[in-house]
């Protein structure tokens, strides 16, 4: 399958700070992205969507001005956790997908994000 | 989206086919079955999909029923590694499409 690549794998930050995490689809251009966020023994909880040159659009509940998400190019999505909190702290994923080429979508390693 | 209902857990022995059952009785016509299975602290992995017809790849299989309304997916002989949480998920192919999960099923597979 595709690969999707997520950087950092890991990250702790200060309460109050802002984390930036990456989403590269390595072999394919991602017309659409996708941002999980997953706490611990649940599911994976839609954040957001976005095409590329698009806003994104943002789940009910998901406050968009906290999580920024850019997706400037067809291979780079950002999502950006502003002024972070613990309870922010959690198993972020991305997701990528070219809906012209593919139907399925490909997910990224996830990033874990500990605020402290 | 329609939802889908997938029994919490399952067991099986390694070596053996492990068939994982999801129902999805609410599906629209346009909507694909997707699998994903997700190991622990790791971001989901696609199986397989299919609209209609039964499909097979290198992973697995997938049984669609005729009216669509259930699915099963076939590990034919798993093994410890295959020991992670199993997504049915079912959702629309074109533009407008998102993958919404449920809580899946855990399969552990027993040596």
């Known amino acids: 399958g595709a690969v999707v690549s997520q950087h950092p794998s890991w990250v702790i930050c200060k309460s109050g700070t802002s984390v930036k995490i990456e989403c590269r689809s390595l072999d394919f251009q991602a017309t659409t992205m996708f941002w999980y966020r997953q706490f611990p023994k649940q599911s994976l909880m839609l954040m957001a969507t976005?095409?590329?040159?698009?806003?994104?659009?943002?789940e009910q509940g998901v406050e968009k001005d906290k999580f920024l998400i850019n997706h400037a190019s067809l291979t780079l999505s950002t999502l950006t956790v502003t002024s972070a909190h613990p309870e922010d702290s959690s198993f972020y994923i991305c997701?990528?997908?070219?809906?012209?080429?593919?139907?399925?979508?490909?997910f990224g390693q996830g990033t874990r994000l500990t605020v402290v | 989206d329609a939802k889908t209902t997938q029994p919490t857990s399952m067991d099986c022995a390694e070596g053996r086919a492990a068939n994982l059952p999801c129902n999805h009785s609410?599906?629209?016509?346009?909507?694909?079955v997707y699998w994903y299975r997700q190991i622990h602290s790791q971001g989901p992995q696609y199986i397989i999909h299919g609209l209609k017809n039964n499909e097979t790849n290198e992973m697995a299989s997938l049984i669609i029923t005729e009216d669509r309304k259930s699915s099963t997916l076939i590990l034919p002989h798993a093994t410890l590694r295959d020991t992670a949480v199993y997504y049915c998920i079912v959702g629309g192919g074109g533009s407008n499409y998102k993958l919404t999960f449920g809580k899946g099923t855990l399969l552990t597979v027993n040596p």
């Open positions: 976005s095409n590329e040159g698009s806003k994104a659009t943002y």
């Open positions: 997701s990528a997908r070219d809906f012209e080429v593919n139907t399925e979508a490909f």
């Open positions: 609410t599906i629209s016509g346009n909507e694909y």
